[in-house]
């Protein structure tokens, strides 16, 4: 198993562009969540979603939107990049109940000029 | 909604030596309590974890305690190697929801 796989790995915008991050997972979890990670903010969630057509908002979903179309797939879109938006992001699973491992991917750096 | 408050930001520690990482939270209704540890260029990866049901957790050199009435939890890794040398998020749920919420996180480096 690949577990999480988040691409790119690196990206740099400029101001008001939009992209997609990529999320998939083959561990057929329900659950799927996007953090990102500041220095000195620790993991804040953005958004998450706990089944195929269902998601949900996290701690800091402004400026983000999400869908969940399949079980593998939970991407993270960027309608118009602020430099707030500046950092690294992780997308993580589990399966089951709250009590379960998050299986973190390796992160996308993210740098808004 | 919960906030996990965590210290220090940094600990340095001598190969052999103990090291401790604090953590709080704020909702009582909290009972799920898990560590991560993030090397670099590597997103986090669960090291161990407790519920509220128990005071103390042993995994090899590794624990965690808790102590629920003064709403805090702290992780210990005894006997230190340089490979510990990571960054430590502690983190909080409510037990059955889908919000873990994270502290901002402990760099530990532990000189040989």
């Known amino acids: 198993n690949a577990g999480v796989t988040q691409t790119p790995k690196f990206q740099v915008l400029k101001t008001g562009q939009s992209m997609t991050l990529q999320c998939a997972q083959d561990?057929?979890?329900?659950?799927m969540s996007w953090y990102r990670q500041d220095p000195g903010m620790g993991l804040r969630l953005i958004h998450y979603?706990?089944?195929?057509?269902?998601?949900d908002q996290g701690e800091v979903p402004n400026g983000y939107n999400v869908s969940r179309s399949t079980t593998e797939d939970f991407p993270l879109r960027l309608l118009s990049a602020a430099p707030s938006q500046t950092s690294v992001y992780f997308c993580?699973?589990?399966?089951?109940?709250?009590?379960?491992?998050?299986?973190f991917g390796n992160g996308t750096r993210l740098t808004v000029t | 909604g919960e906030n996990v408050e965590q210290h220090p930001s940094t600990l340095s520690v001598q190969e052999g030596d103990s090291a401790v990482i604090k953590c709080t939270y704020s909702?009582?209704?909290?009972?799920?309590f898990p560590w991560y540890k993030q090397e670099l260029g590597k997103g986090p990866q669960l090291i161990i974890d407790i519920r509220s049901n128990v005071g103390e957790k042993k995994d090899q050199r590794i624990a965690v305690t808790l102590n629920k009435t003064a709403k805090h939890f702290s992780l210990h890794i005894t006997e230190t190697q340089p490979e510990d040398s990571a960054v430590y998020f502690c983190?909080?749920?409510?037990?059955?929801?889908?919000?873990?919420?994270f502290g901002t996180g402990t760099r530990l480096q532990v000189f040989p």
């Open positions: 979603s706990v089944g195929a057509g269902i998601t």
């Open positions: 561990m057929n979890h329900e659950y």
């Open positions: 993580a699973s589990r399966e089951g109940q709250g009590n379960s491992p998050l299986h």
């Open positions: 909702d009582s209704a909290s009972n799920y």
């Open positions: 983190a909080a749920s409510l037990y059955n929801t889908d919000k873990l919420i």
